[in-house]
């Protein structure tokens, strides 16, 4: 069984930059849900995608925009690149989004904005 | 709105000490409640959970939790710490069971040998 992974690992682009970020989520799993980790801070949910369908989001700008594939991997897009996106981005996969369960996470992209 | 509070930022203690870090949550009903841990640079590893049931639970690397409803608390223990725990500790709180989690700040626990 693998788990939880993502790409790049590292990523570092200019303000006002485009950037994807890539999660395949753990066999079994059909949900996914993106979280930024900000440097010294606790992650932050942004959202959720649940059978390919965004399920929940968090407080963060329409800039963050997401996809769900048929076979439950995911993609996370920044648009418009701001110095404070820096941060390390997690995605977490888990079976059946919208009831309590465990979240395993990925290993993470880590963004830097120039 | 739902907060996850853990008053230490950073804690020390000798390898072979006991360790307890803390975690209030604020939220109105019954939470479903997480200790993640996190190396540097890396993502996060499930220590334990507390969905209901029996509020002392417990987890993976010796640790355990208690849930104590009266202080809307979880505070994470361990009887006696290895150097491998150092490391970064997270609670979080499932808000209304949806997996969507909310995270403490974060305790970053050092070990002296």
């Known amino acids: 069984e693998t788990g939880v992974t993502q790409s790049p690992t590292h990523l570092i682009k200019t303000r006002g930059q485009q950037v994807t970020l890539r999660c395949s989520s753990q066999?079994?799993?059909?949900?996914v849900s993106w979280y930024q980790q900000a440097l010294g801070q606790g992650p932050q949910f942004i959202f959720q995608?649940?059978?390919?369908?965004?399920?929940g989001r968090g407080n963060f700008p329409p800039r963050f925009s997401g996809l769900q594939f048929p076979n439950y991997s995911s993609e996370l897009n920044v648009n418009a690149l701001e110095l404070d996106d820096s941060a390390l981005y997690l995605c977490?996969?888990?079976?059946?989004?919208?009831?309590?369960?465990?979240?395993?996470f990925g290993p993470g992209t880590r963004l830097t904005v120039l | 709105a739902q907060s996850v509070t853990q008053p230490d930022i950073h804690i020390t203690v000798s390898e072979g000490a006991s360790l307890e870090l803390r975690c209030n949550y604020s939220?109105?009903?019954?939470?479903?409640l997480f200790w993640y841990v996190q190396s540097p640079g890396q993502g996060l590893q499930l220590l334990l959970k507390?969905?209901?049931?029996?509020?002392l639970v417990q987890g993976i690397k010796g640790f355990e939790a208690e849930f104590k409803r009266s202080q809307s608390s979880f505070n994470l223990r361990k009887p006696s710490v290895h150097w491998s725990d150092a490391a970064e500790y997270f609670c979080?709180?499932?808000?209304?069971?949806?997996?969507?989690?909310?995270f403490g700040q974060g305790t970053r626990l050092t070990i002296n040998p």
């Open positions: 939220y109105g009903a019954t939470p479903y």
């Open positions: 066999s079994g799993h059909n949900t």
């Open positions: 995608y649940y059978r390919e369908e965004e399920n």
């Open positions: 977490a996969s888990s079976f059946d989004g919208g009831r309590a369960d465990t979240q395993y």
């Open positions: 979080a709180v499932d808000v209304q069971g949806a997996q969507k989690l909310v």
């Open positions: 507390y969905f209901s049931g029996d509020t």
